[in-house]
């Protein structure tokens, strides 16, 4: 009786084990920076540090967020950002202020470089906005700081619910990405313009 139960016990065990080897493999996803726009005449003689995004834990993270309901969220266990939202969106912003040929340098703050004005932002939401119809929303809001003067000297903020053409992950990502690829490009389209009204000595 008890060789019987000795081998039950240990079928079960390996077919325990069979069933860890079978762990569903998690997909990863990451931001597209848009192509850059033609290059303007007008190159503002200034340097810009671009600072840390900040935002709350869930968001500094990689895991994908969604939204159930008011202050219901969760996250996808098998679909990750390659990065975390913050990284991707700093990153985006360096690239997008480079590539508009507008600006003297454009540096990370933590850099050893020096700078006439630091670009700052807080990251509030990116996530799956679960309903009818399924939408992604991104809301953040960037500030320019003049490092002479101490004091903000421009700010937007940006909030939209973008629609999911699909009910699946990758089409919330498709979503997330078009979001953010308007969102910033309104951020440099607004920094270019306080500049330009703003000329600088």
């Known amino acids: ?22 762990a569903r493999p998690s997909k990863y996803y990451q931001l597209d920076v848009p ?84 670009v700052r932002g807080r990251l509030h939401e990116m996530d799956e906005l679960s309903g009818a119809p399924l939408t992604a929303r991104v809301a953040f809001e960037v500030e320019l700081y003049e490092i002479k003067s101490g004091t903000t000297v421009w700010s937007r903020a940006y909030t939209h619910d973008e629609p999911v053409a699909g009910k699946d992950v990758p089409a919330v990502v498709a979503a997330l990405n078009r979001n953010v690829q308007r969102g910033m490009g309104e951020i440099v389209a607004g920094l270019d313009a306080y500049f330009a009204a703003h000329p600088q000595r």
């Open 1 to 22: 009786m008890l060789r019987k139960i000795a081998i039950a016990l240990l079928a079960v065990a390996a077919a325990g084990l069979a069933g860890c080897g079978a």
């Open 35 to 118: 192509a850059a726009p033609p290059a303007g005449t007008n190159v503002y003689p200034v340097a810009l540090l671009v600072g840390r995004i900040t935002a709350p834990h869930l968001f500094r993270n990689d895991r994908i967020v969604y939204r159930t309901g008011p202050g219901q969220l969760g996250t996808y266990e098998y679909h990750r950002w390659a990065e975390p939202p913050t990284d991707m969106l700093e990153a985006m912003l360096v690239r997008m202020l480079r590539d508009s040929g507008r600006y003297g340098t454009v540096q990370l703050l933590r850099s050893n470089a020096r700078g006439d004005y630091i």
